[in-house]
């Protein structure tokens, strides 16, 4: 009887240790659904926003984002938005903050910013075989771009006297697109992130040749609607920079670019 009662206390034992872990865990994920929710709007553009294989929303951006909030004592939901409508879509209050390799040169008054958080060259880049090699020889060519990003506002305003005049800017809604037309000859040069490009190559094994004269150096940030004074934006800022000290946003960002360290080198940005 003696050993059967000692068997009867382990197991007892053991139930109880695993009733009260699974309480635990219980206790923590509801604690984890009951934070308030920051909806937070991108388009796919990696390495900074896309899909797994796993169709789960992923890349530098989410992985900041999603850091940065739970300090702040919130939760994300990345949501996939048109591009095009991103300002729409902030200010109707329908997505919290717009983040996705955003560029804040130019736009400091269309929107509340936290950063600059991250460095960036704006560059263009030309098929392996072609004959342009800085961006004077893009006079009378053709370029595309993703429509509302920087380079279509820089190559319509020609504002930057090495801005040569083209043959034709093309605009189109969709990252990819505007490599396609690259890879299949439409267009003999496109302009975007630097970061964009290089993914994009690595992705598809593509050989484009990226000008070595950029076509800016710009900050990225997180935007909010102008007239957001929840407070949210300044704490988001504040969060950004102190995980940048603390080595966690050079952790976050090794994991997708070569030489992450020049990326966080945002203090000369002039912001």
Request: glycine share 8%.
């Amino acid at each position: 009887m003696k050993g059967k009662r000692g068997i009867a206390g382990i197991l007892l034992v053991g139930i109880l240790a695993v009733t009260l872990t699974g309480c635990k865990n219980t206790d923590s994920s509801k604690k984890e659904t009951e934070k308030p929710v920051i909806t937070l709007g991108s388009d796919n553009y990696p390495p900074y926003n896309y899909l797994n294989e796993d169709g789960v929303p992923t890349g530098i951006d989410v992985e900041l984002a999603t850091e940065a909030f739970k300090r702040m004592g919130y939760q994300v939901d990345v949501v996939q938005i048109d591009w095009e409508e991103k300002k729409e879509l902030v200010e109707s209050g329908e997505i919290d903050c717009i983040m996705g390799c955003f560029s804040m040169e130019g736009r400091l008054d269309d929107y509340r910013w936290a950063g600059p958080y991250i460095a960036s060259r704006q560059v263009v880049a030309v098929n392996a075989s072609s004959d342009i090699y800085k961006l004077s020889d893009l006079e009378g060519k053709n370029l595309a771009v993703q429509s509302t990003t920087k380079p279509e506002g820089i190559f319509l305003g020609r504002t930057d006297e090495r801005i040569p005049k083209l043959e034709n800017l093309i605009s189109l809604g969709h990252r990819e697109l505007i490599y396609t037309f690259l890879a299949k000859g439409y267009v003999d040069a496109v302009a975007a992130h630097e970061e964009s490009i290089v993914q994009y190559m690595k992705d598809y094994d593509a050989s484009f040749r990226i000008l070595e004269e950029p076509l800016m150096l710009t900050g990225i940030g997180v935007a909010f609607a102008k007239d957001d004074n929840r407070g949210i934006c300044e704490q988001m800022e504040q969060t950004l920079e102190e995980m940048r000290q603390d080595g966690t946003s050079l952790t976050i960002v090794e994991k997708y670019l070569d030489d992450p360290q020049k990326y966080l080198e945002v203090d000369n940005l002039g912001y």
